[in-house]
Every structure is written in C-alpha cells, then in structure tokens.
C-alpha cells in the first residue's frame, strides 16, 4: 500500500487525529474514562515513528491525561521494528485506555516474532525490545493465525 511520506490514515477515516472507536460505559477513573481507545494504519516508511509518537500523545491528552515520555519513546521503537524488520503492507497502532494505563499495540503482517537481544553493550542495535521491556508495566506479543502479530505494551498514566 503506496502512502504520501508522514501520513497516517486512521481506520475507516480520512482525518489523521485520534478517532474513538469504542467507548465502553463510564467506569469511573481517577483520569479519564477506561474504554477508549483510537486506531491508525501507518503506512511501511520511517515518519511513521514520528506520525506514530503523535498519535499516542495526542489520544492519551484526549483523554485528559498526561503523556509521559516512556509511552511515546516505546511507541517509536516498536512501530519502527514494524517498518525496518516486518515484511508487512502496514502497520496498525491502537491505544487503549485499560485502567490506570495506556495499553499500546503494534500490529504487523509478519508472522516473525520480535527477538529479545541478550545485553551488550559494543552492538549496535537489539536495545527496543530490551527497552520496551524494561520501561513498560506489562508486555508481550500476540501471534494473528494467518495474519502477522500483534505486539503490545502498557504504561501508567
Ligand atoms: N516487528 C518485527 N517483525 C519481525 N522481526 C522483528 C520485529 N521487531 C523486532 N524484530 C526482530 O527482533 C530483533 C530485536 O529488535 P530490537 O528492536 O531489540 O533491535 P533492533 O531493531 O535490531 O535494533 P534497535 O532497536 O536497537 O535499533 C530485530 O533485530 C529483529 O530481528
Ligand atoms: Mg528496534
């Protein structure tokens, strides 16, 4: 799928911003309504780390709330893995307002599952797994039979 460079196109719009796509009955929470979430197809180039990184901050101040920077830093690396290392058409970025958190998914077509690298300093790469896992509350990948994986990640709010 051919994008313009930096666009993202939320699913089933034609606008950019955040979109509500479920909104479950008001349980109340300290911040925000639990329930909300908002979804983007980004298109398979590098700006959509940075069209991604918007996105997550611009839903989560929809909500109300303040947007540390661990959920935008996470973001970025895992929608960049999509881009430099999924064989995918594009990648899908959902965040949900689960609780107390921001729950972020990254959604390829790639069945190949993201390698957690062992520690070293002298590599190059291998830190975005490593730093999705230690920055976030709760993490972990989910297999789409026929249909990529789904990784995901949940931070406090
Ligand atoms: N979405 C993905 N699809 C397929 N393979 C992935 C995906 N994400 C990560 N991987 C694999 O897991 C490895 C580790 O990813 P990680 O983000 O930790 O390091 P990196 O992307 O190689 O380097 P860095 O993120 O530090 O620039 C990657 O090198 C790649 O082989
Ligand atoms: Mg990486």
């Known amino acids: 799928m051919t994008r313009p460079a930096g666009s993202g196109t939320p699913l089933g719009g034609a606008a950019s911003r955040p979109r509500k796509l479920a909104s479950a009955p008001a349980a109340a929470h300290r911040n925000g309504k639990s329930g909300e979430s908002s979804c983007i197809v980004l ?53 949900r307002h689960v609780g107390g958190r921001a729950r972020v998914e990254v959604q390829d077509d790639d069945p190949a599952l993201p390698v957690r690298m062992p520690p070293d300093p002298w590599r190059a790469g291998g830190m975005g797994v490593a730093l999705i896992q230690s920055l976030s509350k709760a993490w972990g990948v989910e297999e789409i039979l026929g249909d990529g994986k789904r990784l995901w990640f949940e931070v406090e709010l």
């Not at 398979?44 to 996105?55: I, L, N, Q």
């Not at 935008?72 to 881009?83: D, F, R």
């Open 43 to 95: 298109a398979v180039e590098e700006a959509s780390a940075a069209t991604a990184r918007s996105f997550v901050a611009a839903t989560i101040r929809s909500w109300g709330l303040h947007v540390d920077e661990d959920v935008t830093l996470l973001t970025s690396e895992a929608v960049t893995n999509s881009v430099e290392h999924a064989d995918t058409a594009n990648v899908v970025l959902t965040v």
